[in-house]
């Protein structure tokens, strides 16, 4: 009776099981496929990739520089250098040589081996196209470069310089292309032959000005991505892109430039995606030129820093997505915490200097004069950059107040760069660089005849001594020396009043809620895919 | 004859001082040509970069010598090399070049369809329902702006209703939205052309007379009114071309649309010199063979003007 009953039982779930399987395998298709969909990630980017060749600059695209391509070692938080294709390094005691060894599990995408002699051609190419990177002291100083075995190499440098490790974590130029992406002839300045790094991303597809597809790397030493697949389609417009995100073709947008401030206040609202703010990277900063006769007495120049109001401006202008900035550097650049105190917005404090410095409100008039000269200065920025006009609109409302006039100069940025390099400028808006360029790159370019923060010290009585103490800094190869001199020189900038912080910027990124595990790298061109994923 | 003649010699004239208009302007533009390699190339200005660049590019040679260099690249339709890529700018012309004619010719088309019927019927009735609203329609696109226009379809189109592509090129379905909004100027100006011409050819004694002859109606505006109605159509036709150009810049950029335009664009923002120098001269060549086809035609269509501009 009971196998009777089981006999039934089987034949009544025939055409279940029947059923079953092709319901099965439906679902597993689905499941399949919405894999395969799932691991894709759309971005939007407001320029063409380029030809992502890790030695050279625009039109190649840092982040795109950065998924192909890895460096000896990695910028790590708060400043600390990372491990990366070099397992370890070591400095000489002279601080002349520096020798890494490198990982000896490292690929490149096609498969041939990162190596000495990989590194070596790299870095003669990157070295033929000396005079491109002269704004490197790394690369200026870099005497020879020479394989110690197949896996360790040691460059030679003439002098030392504190700033190398920071350099080699920079995305470009020195980065490693295969081998076989060389171009038979010629030296990379003028051309690659495909892009092929180590890095996580293959780039498997570009259409130039429409889109690149970037395939994840499976030959890849260290953790891989879980996206298979990232789609980077450029859309120049940033109303498109924010269309584009609200329609759902695109999943992420990352970069302050690529969504506007606005916007991404807006876009918090929005529940379909996610909205992230990076910690402080550049700091906006309106550089005071004391070359120039009037900003030549430093009583002016800190009448200027105790007029501007920043927590207004980050209110009203930043829209309290910066913090407001009272050093060069953001805090957690290594060796700047050096406990200046900050300059608090007192007009009071203002008019009083410039009474002292003898520019006198006469009734009737809204601008000071002295000696019937007046109280005019310019303001240089970009025109195209719309938070430097902005910020400048609110400099010269709030100088105003206290009778200063300030004209400005927004113009085009090839036009703004020559009165930068021709000092013609009383005031000048600049981005600091952020890390990793910060502090040693960054400073030392103020030694540099053809950069504004050098041009603006010229007027200052101690400029030989900022030289030597620049020079010191970039030279010092213990850690304590290195805090010393940076303690000297925002002691000095501090003092002599010559910069205007206003803010520390961040980086803005949106992402649609079908992802997860979005976070900031430290450097700002870094886009960490990898550790994004599918909910 | 004399007169296309005339304007044929002309021609050639016109594209030399425009290129080197273009040439001249551009070299002496504000910043100097290494800064705007500095900042289109994302180089920081060190002494020794800008005496690479300098060499590299040539901007130490004396200026004549560039340009000869230049005329004789433009004249070869190559235009040098694009000073950020690095690559051959006739190639990327050729590259980019069908896309924009893809859109234009949309565009243009599309401008066509609606506008002479439009126009047609408006004339024949002055002050009816179609004639108000083409008027109305005419003022509110023309005060658009392009780009304003193209967000609004993108939001209504693509966003709301989901019909329609948002971006980029592909099929026919993504050409629609850019193809309007690049449209939408011309359209306007089109029918309220036709329509003025319209109007103004039924007031013609030879229509009274053809209708007192007891000609059909049909056979009066097809063969006789919209031939002389459709005149200045095609001396608007010669200008619509250089609008859908400089249109293009806009509604490429907005749609992410692959063409010259955008090209042409971004060439601007980098200050890529020699790009910006070549699309001038390229538009200019278009513009100037459109009008001299669009006089050739209107010669053609209507003997009056070669009669009058004869001695």
Excluded at chain 1, 142 to 167: C, N, W
Excluded at chain 1, 231 to 239: A, I, L, T, Y
Excluded at chain 1, 245 to 263: N, P, T, Y
Excluded at chain 2, 142 to 153: I, M, N, V
């Amino acid at each position: 009776m009971s196998s009777l009953h089981s006999l039934l039982r089987a034949v009544a779930r025939i055409p279940t099981r029947c059923l079953s399987i092709p319901v099965f395998a439906f679902c597993l298709c689905l499941a399949v496929q919405t894999a395969a969909v799932g691991h894709e990630l759309r971005m939007a980017w407001n320029a063409d990739v380029g030809p992502s060749n890790p030695h050279m600059y625009q039109p190649s695209q840092m982040f795109a520089q950065d998924l192909i391509y890895e460096g000896l070692v990695n910028y790590g938080p708060g400043g600390r250098i990372e491990p990366h294709l070099a397992e370890s390094w070591a400095l000489s005691e002279d601080g002349r040589e520096l020798t890494f060894v490198l990982r000896r599990d490292v690929v490149f995408s096609d498969g041939t081996p990162f190596d000495a002699k990989a590194v070596l051609l790299n870095v003669e190419h990157v070295l033929a196209n000396r005079e491109r990177h002269a704004w490197m002291e790394f690369i200026r100083q870099m005497d020879k470069v020479d394989a110690v075995d197949s896996h360790t190499v040691r460059f030679s440098l003439k002098q030392p310089y504190s700033g190398s490790l920071q350099e080699l974590s920079l995305i470009r130029p020195l980065r490693f292309l295969s081998p076989s992406g060389f171009r038979e002839t010629g030296i990379t300045r003028d051309g690659i032959k495909a892009p092929i790094g180590t890095g996580r991303w293959i780039m498997s597809e570009y259409r130039k000005d429409e889109y690149a597809v970037f395939l994840r790397n499976d030959r890849y030493w260290g953790t891989k991505p879980t996206l298979s697949r990232v789609v980077v389609r450029v859309m120049p417009d940033v109303e498109t892109r924010l269309l584009a995100l609200e329609r759902g073709d695109i999943d992420l947008l990352f970069g302050d430039g690529l969504v506007g401030l606005e916007a991404f206040v807006r876009l918090r609202q929005n529940r379909s995606v996610e909205t992230f703010v990076s910690g402080p990277l550049f700091t906006r900063i309106v550089q005071l030129n004391t070359s120039r006769p009037l900003l030549a007495d430093i009583k002016v120049r800190q009448a200027i820093l105790s007029a501007v109001d920043k927590d207004s401006i980050v209110k009203s202008l930043l829209l309290d997505l910066e913090p407001r900035a009272d050093g060069l550097f953001s805090p957690g650049v290594p060796f700047t915490d050096v406990g200046l105190p900050p300059v608090p917005y007192d007009p009071g404090k203002t008019r009083a200097l410039l009474e002292e410095a003898g520019w006198r409100l006469t009734p009737g008039q809204g601008i000071r004069t002295r000696s019937g000269e007046r109280l005019a200065l310019t303001l240089a920025f970009a025109a195209p950059n719309t938070v430097a006009k902005g910020l400048a609109e609110v400099l010269q409302a709030y100088l105003r107040a206290v009778g200063i006039e300030l004209r400005l100069h927004g113009e085009d940025p090839a036009a703004t760069m020559r009165r930068q390099r021709a000092g013609d400028f009383d005031l000048m808006y600049g981005d600091s660089w952020g890390p990793p360029y910060e502090p040693a790159a960054f400073i030392n370019t103020m030694r540099s005849p053809t950069q504004p923060s050098a041009i603006a010290q010229t007027g200052l009585p101690m400029k030989a001594d900022i030289d030597r103490v620049i020079a010191s800094a970039m030279a010092a190869t213990s850690e304590e020396r290195q805090r010393e001199m940076y303690r000297i020189l925002l002691t000095t900038f501090h003092e002599q009043a010559i910069h205007l912080p206003i803010s520390h910027a961040v980086n803005l990124a949106v992402l649609r809620r079908d992802f997860t595990g979005f976070g900031f790298a430290e450097q700002q061109y870094v886009i960490p895919l990898e550790r994004i994923r599918r909910r | 004859m004399r007169q296309v003649t005339r304007r044929l010699i002309l021609a050639p004239l016109i594209l030399w001082a425009t290129s080197t208009l273009s040439f001249l302007l551009l070299s002496l533009a504000p910043g100097g040509l290494e800064s705007s390699l500095l900042h289109g190339l994302g180089l920081q200005p060190t002494p020794e970069t800008i005496a690479s660049l300098r060499s590299q590019f040539g901007l130490d040679r004396p200026l004549l010598e560039r340009y000869g260099e230049w005329l004789v690249s433009a004249l070869r339709l190559e235009f040098g090399r694009s000073y950020i890529t690095g690559e051959p700018i006739g190639a990327d012309f050729a590259r980019l070049m069908p896309a924009t004619v893809e859109l234009a010719a949309a565009a243009l088309a599309l401008s066509l369809a609606v506008s002479i019927p439009v126009g047609m019927v408006a004339g024949m009735r002055v002050g009816g329902s179609l004639d108000l609203a083409s008027r109305l329609l005419a003022i509110g696109v023309t005060a658009l702006p392009g780009f304003w226009l193209g967000y609004l379809l993108m939001y209504g189109f693509s966003v709301w209703l989901d019909l329609l592509p948002l971006s980029g090129r592909g099929s026919w379905a993504h050409l629609v939205l850019p193809a309007v909004t690049l449209a939408a100027g011309q359209t306007a100006l089109f029918a309220r052309l036709l329509r003025n011409s319209v109007v103004g050819e039924l007031r013609q004694p030879y229509v009274r007379f053809a209708r007192a002859r007891g000609l059909r109606r049909r056979h009066l505006f097809g063969r006789h009114v919209l031939r002389n109605a459709g005149l200045p159509l095609w001396s608007a036709l010669g200008v619509a071309v250089g609008g859908l150009l400089s249109g293009a810049v806009v509604v490429e950029t907005v749609f992410a649309w692959p063409g010259m335009g955008r090209y042409f664009l971004s060439a601007i923002l980098t200050r890529d010199l020699p790009v910006v120098q070549a699309y001038v001269c390229c538009v200019a060549a278009i513009v100037v063979a459109t009008n001299l086809i669009a006089d050739i035609v209107h010669a053609a269509l209507d003997p009056r003007i070669v009669t009058q501009a004869a001695p």
